[in-house]
């Protein structure tokens, strides 16, 4: 059991919580940081999911060498078990103190509350700080921590207030508890895919570009055109027609569609043209409505599949877009299916089975890595959703009623929805033990009524038709980015930008090298020879470097014989193989799983 002091100044016994551990480090780090640097002006400094962090205002601003200073200083606070004390003050009390401590930040928080309200603080030797608790009773109680990095923040997340400087940093009940959490930053920091996206040549982004804009290079524009090859296959097969549509339409129809009121703060500005006031979109279905409307349907029509792998606009605040993972530009590889009301629970069943297909059968995933989500609208939030109660009661009761009959186990989430209708998610369990969302599939009743869609029965009246809209790898860029950290870069023989790599141990083997290529890739297979005139070490180590699932080492002996010397990635032995073997074994792999 821990001891902790709440805000009334009460003491009382709990086990360990890490929320406040680390809440109460965070104090001891700006106690730290205002005996180094007493000009030092404190803003905020909350616990969060896996440490703590403060910002402060301070000239000359903190470097990465000051962290070994600030993480020595903590540790003397610590050793000198300082009580931790919680007292309460009147708002003017409060002020005032605030203002003799000098914390400009803390006065403005201050102001921000109403004035009959009493605040609270916490004291530890001569460190005093507005907070609402609780903290551990002694400072001694913080034993294991690390100062992680510093880098900027803006004042209260708003750019156009001044950049403070946040110090990130953890902590933990024990020793070990903090090296598995490093290793597992390190095991991150190797799975990055912008840093693999570097080193396998797959995209590059540069600021004459912009923020949020990656530029494919050949090796990573090669794995996204297999990759949609692969799902536009699988839809082809399962019925679904594909369409082209402008990536730019004019604001009406997002008016019409209501993301211009529900969305608008995520789309890029309007642009004015002519007479028309026009806007990239952020998503594909109020185009895909106006094509469905295209002409009159029957009911022996539906359910009609549309999809398309398309570019959409999101604006992105320039601090949070990262890699292929989180961008302005996203290729969608979207659907939207259009259904008579009997028809909802086979089609909703039929996209829950290909997102396994693909997930599970095709790319290898375990179904325990799966998490079903029903996302449902937020009741109070009426500025965020459609305001059309039972519409949401029906919608939001199918889904549920689908997912129940399916015998698939979920769990439900408020104020996940789409703003026009409730969705299925599916959570995947990364490499990195982080849940993601990916796939997903959305139930709308909302569009069709915005857009008047129709359809005749089959006693020739016109009903109104229900929208499925669903994403099986997200977006092209987003899964690539999911993919590449899951595998490492090590992707699958039929999704590797290079399959085989031939090196040449001398200049004499290289007309037996490009023959061997010529006949791989008249079997479709991607192939390079490397003919450089280097040591086989540092060739056979590039290749290992680019993750190439095969390489092939030609010398005197394979030419005489007219076999190749196999290394398989990941696998230490060697293998020698007779060419047509070979061939015949790549080709087999190298297939698309489609």
């Not at 360990?16 to 780090?29: E, K, N, P, Y």
């Not at 279905?285 to 009159?296: D, T």
């Not at 995933?365 to 609208?377: A, E, G, M």
């Not at 870069?489 to 001398?506: D, E, Y």
């Amino acid at each position: 059991m821990s001891k902790y002091v709440n805000s009334n100044n009460e003491v009382y016994e709990a086990d360990m919580d890490l929320s406040v551990l680390r809440h109460t480090a965070s104090h001891i780090m700006a106690q730290a940081i205002k005996r180094l640097y007493p000009n030092a002006k404190l803003a905020i400094g909350p616990s969060i999911e896996n440490g703590f962090y403060y910002d402060i205002d301070v000239e000359p601003k903190l470097v990465e060498s000051d962290i070994e200073k600030i993480e020595a200083e903590m540790k003397k606070i610590i050793k000198e078990n300082l009580k931790v004390e919680a007292f309460k003050l009147s708002r003017a009390e409060a002020l005032k103190l605030m203002e003799e401590k000098g914390e400009p930040y803390k006065v403005e928080l201050i102001n921000d509350l109403p004035e009959d309200e009493e605040l609270s603080f916490f004291k530890q030797g001569e460190f005093v700080d507005l907070c609402t608790g609780p903290h551990m009773l002694y400072t001694k109680a913080v034993k294991v921590f690390k100062i992680m990095n510093i880098t900027g923040a803006y004042w209260r997340g708003d750019e156009k207030n001044k950049m403070l400087q946040r110090v990130y940093a953890t902590a933990f009940d024990s020793k070990e508890a903090l090296d598995a959490y490093l290793q597992q930053l390190e095991e991150a920091k190797q799975r990055d895919h912008r840093k693999i996206g570097k080193e396998l040549d797959l995209f590059m982004t540069h600021e004459l570009v912009g923020a949020g804009l990656p530029l494919y290079l050949p090796n990573g524009a090669t794995i996204r055109r297999i990759l949609e090859r692969y799902i536009q296959d699988k839809e082809i097969a399962l019925g679904y027609k594909h369409v082209y549509t402008p990536s730019l339409a004019n604001v009406a129809l997002y008016k019409t569609s209501g993301h211009w009121d529900h969305y608008k703060d995520d789309m890029f500005p309007a642009m004015q043209m002519d007479n028309e006031e026009m806007v990239l979109r952020p998503m594909n279905c109020p185009h895909h409505m106006l094509v469905y409307r295209n002409k009159l349907r029957s009911y022996r029509d539906l359910p009609i599949r549309i999809g398309e792998l398309a570019n959409d606009f999101r604006y992105e605040a320039s601090g949070s877009v990262c890699g292929l993972e989180r961008v302005r530009q996203m290729c969608q590889n979207d659907a939207h299916l259009f259904v008579r009301p009997e028809q909802i629970k086979d089609e909703v069943g039929n996209v829950l089975k290909l997102i396994q297909e693909v997930y599970i059968k095709d790319f290898g995933f375990s179904p325990d890595s799966f998490k079903y989500r029903l996302s449902l609208r937020d009741k109070n939030n009426v500025e965020k959703y459609i305001d059309n109660d039972k519409m949401w009661e029906t919608a939001e009761s199918q889904l549920r009623q689908i997912l129940k009959e399916l015998n698939i186990e979920f769990y439900e989430a408020e104020g996940e929805a789409a703003f026009y209708g409730p969705k299925i998610d599916i959570q995947i369990k990364t490499a990195l033990n982080h849940d993601v969302t990916i796939p997903t599939c959305q139930l709308d009743f909302a569009l069709p009524e915005r857009f008047e869609l129709e359809y005749v029965d089959q006693n020739g009246e016109k009903q109104r038709p229900v929208v499925i809209h669903r994403a099986i790898l997200g977006s092209s860029d987003r899964f690539i980015s999911f993919l590449i950290e899951e595998t490492k870069g090590n992707l699958p023989v039929w999704l590797s930008p290079s399959q085989v790599k031939v090196l040449t141990i001398a200049d004499r083997h290289i007309e037996y090298a490009d023959a061997l290529a010529q006949k791989l890739e008249r079997m479709g297979i991607r192939v390079e020879v490397d003919a450089r005139e280097e040591k086989m070490g540092y060739k056979i180590r590039e290749a290992q470097l680019s993750k190439v699932p095969y390489m092939i080492v030609v010398g005197d002996k394979e030419v005489e014989e007219n076999k190749v010397n196999v290394r398989i990635r990941g696998v230490q032995e060697q293998e020698s193989m007779d060419v047509e073997a070979f061939i015949n074994k790549i080709a087999n792999e190298a297939k698309s799983p489609c």
